[in-house]
């Protein structure tokens, strides 16, 4: 763009050839032909950006959007050539436009036929992000020709995300044609509603996201058997995986998400420098010893039922050098279905659980905190034997901002909509918050404790 602005601010008189001459605008008397010359350079003045390089309108090119990249290769050979060799097709709904969730067979037909028209006027030449983000399905027959204009071994980022309403076919990846033409440059991978077969590693793969993809245990093992590069690996409703094991030689694998891969048996976590697990799923799973590297963990429970329990009895043995513990846990403490006994002012005796240390915790939150008494008592067991213990955050509300502050949300609108039996909850676990909690919390201990908003809350009480 700055050659863009150094050619355009060149004096409107003149300016420089190809040659190195200069054509300029003041009149001339000669020969027709000396006439003609002066109509060339005034034509080619007109128009300084003649001069431009290829490869700087290639660039310039590609940072316009999908459609009007599309529109502007009708304008010129230099545009049109730039189209094909443009490095980034993500095609979309909004991009596309279409009407997003319908599902009916004119908007399939339509985005079929849009996308091919535009891959078969691409070269594949220089592709290195190819992604298709849609509410439908797309025919195999479809995607089997695009991904073979894709799949160069330039290709750096594949994207494959589909999200229909209903249940669909899953699409046969090629993983074959993957590793024959990508697999020296294939850096980010992310699959949706795929049968994904992976027969050996992507030595330079970085980022992996795989949602509703059929894969066994045996198959993603042998995917990260030698994937030395990858740092991040996301994992949503993979019903097909048994078991996971993450191999020692992924050294700079750095954050693992595992969430509703419901036939999950078994985790085995060797990657020395995991630092980060978020994890939703069987807690069986995990093995003693099977976080150790682990220091920031998310546990949720959206399909179990034991997580506090589970929490108290086995996370020191599972992952005992966690520093940062999170725990969300709707379904087993809820604010709106109490199924836990509720704390009262006769609760004098809270259980203990002698002998469990947490030497390295040093970060706590618990969103949607309530005053069912197993809650209580297990803030109560973090804070008497966390002794590296520096912040505890208890969030009274479930909603979409985790600000101590919920005014400041009130910039961009309102807070998110909650019941009135969630507030009335808030009210009771603050009351047991101040009896039962505020007086353990150790002076080097930051508490923070969330409450509902006072402007958008205040009025449903």
């Not at 001069?51 to 009007?68: N, R, T």
């Not at 730039?82 to 279409?98: E, H, I, Q």
């Not at 330079?204 to 030698?226: A, K, P, W």
């Not at 509703?260 to 980060?276: H, R």
Request: proline share 4%.
């Amino acid at each position: 763009m700055g050659s863009v602005e150094r050619i355009t601010s060149m004096p409107r008189r003149q300016v420089q050839a190809r040659d190195g001459s200069v054509a300029s605008l003041a009149k001339r008397t000669g020969s027709p032909c000396q006439q003609e010359d002066d109509y060339e350079g005034a034509k080619t003045m007109t128009n300084p950006w003649t001069f431009l390089p290829e490869d700087i309108w290639y660039h310039i090119h590609s940072l316009l959007p999908l459609k009007d990249a599309a529109r502007t290769a009708c304008v010129s050979r230099t545009f049109l050539r730039s189209w094909r060799y443009r490095p980034n097709l993500v095609f979309t709904d909004a991009k596309l436009g279409l009407s997003g969730l319908s599902e009916s067979d004119e908007v399939t037909k339509e985005l079929n036929e849009k996308v091919d028209l535009i891959m078969k006027n691409h070269s594949g030449i220089g592709l290195r992000t190819f992604g298709l983000e849609y509410y439908n399905l797309v025919d195999a027959s479809y995607l089997d020709r695009w991904l073979q204009i894709a799949v160069t071994p330039a290709i750096e980022e594949l994207i494959l995300m589909f999200f229909p309403e209903i249940k669909a076919k899953y699409y046969d990846f090629p993983f074959s044609l993957l590793f024959d033409r990508g697999g020296n440059s294939i850096k980010h991978l992310r699959l949706s509603y795929c049968a994904f077969r992976p027969t050996t590693s992507l030595n330079f793969l970085q980022r992996l996201h795989l949602f509703e993809v059929r894969i066994t245990g045996d198959e993603l093992g042998c995917l990260l058997s030698n994937s030395f590069a990858l740092e991040q690996l996301k994992l949503t409703h993979c019903k097909e995986l048994n078991y996971l094991k993450i191999p020692c030689v992924l050294q700079r694998l750095s954050k693992l998400t595992v969430f509703g891969c419901t036939t999950l048996q078994v985790i085995e976590i060797k990657a020395p420098n995991l630092s980060t697990f978020d994890y939703d799923g069987n807690l069986a799973g995990l093995s003693d010893g099977g976080l150790l590297p682990v220091k920031n963990l998310h546990l949720s429970s959206f399909y179990q039922h034991h997580t506090i329990q589970y929490t108290c009895a086995k996370l020191p043995s599972v992952a005992p050098t966690i520093e940062t513990l999170t725990i969300f846990s709707e379904s087993e403490v809820s604010q709106t279905r109490m199924k836990h006994h509720v704390i009262s002012e006769d609760s004098s005796y809270l259980r203990q659980m002698p002998g469990h240390r947490h030497v390295n915790l040093k970060n706590v939150k618990i969103i949607g905190f309530c005053s069912a008494k197993s809650m209580v008592e297990l803030t109560c067991h973090i804070i008497e034997n966390a002794t590296s213990l520096e912040c505890l955050t208890l969030d009274t509300i479930c909603d979409d901002y985790e600000n101590p502050d919920r005014l400041s949300v009130h910039e961009i609108g309102e807070c998110s909509p909650i019941c009135r039996q969630m507030i009335m909850e808030a009210k009771n676990a603050l009351l047991a918050i101040e009896r039962y909690i505020v007086g353990k919390v150790p002076s080097t201990v930051r508490l923070d404790v969330l409450k509902p908003c006072s402007w958008c809350h205040a009025i449903e009480v």
